[in-house]
């Protein structure tokens, strides 16, 4: 697999090693995690970051809302990532294509269009990388089988980009569930009709394995999900593509896919009586219920915490902030709920735990 000029490998990814896309929603417990990761992770890692739907919001107050979303998110990608606005309404595409230009040209975030997107949304997309010298996502989304349409797409996506601009396949098969036993063929076919059409400046695949969390999973109070997205992304490694060596690797956190698509709802309160506490192993996700509410909170959460750290295959406190903060929460007194945390903190430890745990458990190259 030859180089280009730039050092960018023709039908590869120009890096020593596999890089961690996580694809993470531009809300913040997310960045409050990233915020947190250790130097020697966070170095590692390119985020994802996706707007929430933002419905009916006008394009002349879209910079406001979009600062609110995308400053915080910026501010702690140290060594880049891209920013996507999957969500956004045709009215709004100018508009967001400005508001996001600034976090592109003095941040170290980089736009991102796809086949499927609009015409008019594509144009934005391009003239942003070529405004900012940064590069453009190319995100290809695969939900079920491989489309030939899709890479015709691709093909024409990149001829209105011109080979000026630097182009980073990010291949999203979405949600990869127990339905879904071919996703790693899948993500086959798509690569090899998708690799030739460009010299990347890398290339991801990217899968997110957990779902929709219910009361009814948590019945013994904690279930298991297999990592199916890390199974296929192993899958395709192993065979033997000049690619695959550097093939980076992406996954949604501890979140299900279909979490990106949740509209903010300013103000609201409530929500269920119970929560989730989420610790990430080599081959599954183990999920524990916790509580909101009632006189038995502090004492089950801390439980929960507790069996997290009594795991055979729990890293200790020491093995990242994650870790440090599940530990301190199962040695907490029950005489006080300081440290238990709420649906924010649960899932900002969670992703801090499994956010250091793929990086460290990535090979070198």
């Known amino acids: 697999m030859g180089r280009d000029a730039h050092g960018r490998c023709r039908g590869g990814a120009a ?6 896309v996580p694809v993470l929603p531009a809300r913040p417990h997310a960045a ?6 250790w130097p020697d992770v966070s170095s590692a890692i390119r985020p994802l970051w996706n707007l929430p739907p933002l419905p009916g919001a006008a394009p002349e107050t879209l910079a406001t809302v979009v600062d609110k979303y995308v400053g915080p998110v ?8 891209w920013i996507d606005a999957p969500f956004g309404e045709d009215a709004q595409t100018a508009a967001l294509a400005e508001a996001l230009f600034v976090y592109c040209e003095l941040g170290r975030l980089r736009p991102v269009t796809g086949p499927e997107r609009t015409e008019a949304q594509q144009v934005a997309a391009v003239d942003t990388a070529r405004r900012c010298l940064r590069g453009l996502g190319v995100r290809v989304r695969v939900t079920g089988e491989w ?25 999203d098969m979405g949600a990869v569930l127990d339905d879904r036993p071919d996703a790693g063929k899948e993500a086959l076919r798509a690569l090899d009709a998708l690799m030739p059409l460009a010299v990347w400046r890398s290339a991801a695949l990217l899968g997110g394995s957990l779902p929709r969390v219910t009361v009814d999973m948590l019945t013994d109070e904690w279930c298991e999900v297999p990592r199916a997205e ?15 060596p550097l093939l980076g690797y992406g996954d949604y956190g501890v979140q299900p896919p279909g979490a990106l698509a949740q509209a903010p709802a300013p103000g ?24 909101t509410k009632g006189p038995d909170r502090v004492a089950v959460n801390r439980r929960a915490a507790r069996r997290i750290v009594e795991l055979p295959e729990f890293r ?12 301190d929460c199962a040695n907490g007194p029950l005489s006080t709920s300081e440290g238990v945390g709420g649906p924010t903190e649960w899932l900002r430890a969670g992703n801090l735990q499994h956010m250091t745990y793929v990086v460290r458990s990535l090979p070198d190259g």
């Open 15 to 20: 890096m020593s090693g596999p890089l961690y």
């Open 32 to 37: 409050g995690a990233c915020r947190r990761l």
């Open 74 to 81: 910026s501010a702690v990608s140290r060594h880049g990532g």
């Open 147 to 171: 489309d030939g349409r899709l890479g015709d797409g691709v093909r024409g996506l990149l001829a209105r980009t011109g080979p000026e601009v630097s182009v980073d396949l990010l291949l």
């Open 230 to 244: 890390w199974r296929m992304w192993h899958e395709v490694r192993t065979t033997g593509r000049a690619y695959a």
């Open 268 to 291: 609201r309160k409530g929500g269920p009586p119970w929560g989730v506490l989420r610790y990430t192993t080599e081959s599954s996700y183990l999920l524990f219920k916790t509580l």
């Open 316 to 327: 200790g406190a020491v093995a990242g902030r994650g870790e440090e903060w599940l530990s």
